[in-house]
């Protein structure tokens, strides 16, 4: 057990003083305007680098990828149905189904499903 705690103390240590000198030694300059300004094959940019992009395109794909991981949670369900309670099985589903479809209600009344033209 001391041998251990040891060996856990001297790894925090060790990677704690890693973590200083790598920050002591990366300190960037500010005031390189060189080094900050964007580079488009050694001229300057024509447009400007930050392209507004519409927030309603990046809710609907969030929304997407929380249903998706949620699709994929509920697949090994499928596996468990024929080990466990059925009573159980039914409650965890309905129970899981229903978070989902109340999580779709309220961006539905938030008015992240509606499309502005």
Not at 26 to 51: A, L, T
Not at 60 to 77: K, N, Q
Not at 82 to 87: A, H, L
Request: one cysteine or more; proline letters at 5%; glycine letters at 4%.
């Amino acid at each position: 057990m001391f041998i251990t705690m040891l060996i856990s103390m001297m790894i925090i240590v060790i990677t704690g003083s890693l973590m200083l000198i790598n920050n002591l030694i990366s300190i960037k300059s500010i005031s390189d305007r060189e080094k900050n300004s964007p580079f488009e094959c050694g001229f300057d940019p024509k447009s400007s680098p930050r392209i507004p992009f519409s927030l309603q395109f990046f809710l609907i794909a969030v929304i997407f990828l929380i249903f998706d991981i949620e699709i994929a949670l509920l697949l090994p369900l499928i596996l468990t149905m024929k080990i466990s309670n059925p009573f159980t099985f039914i409650f965890i589903v309905f129970f899981f189904i229903m978070i989902l479809i109340m999580g779709l209600i309220h961006e539905w009344k938030q008015g992240a499903l509606d499309w502005a033209f």
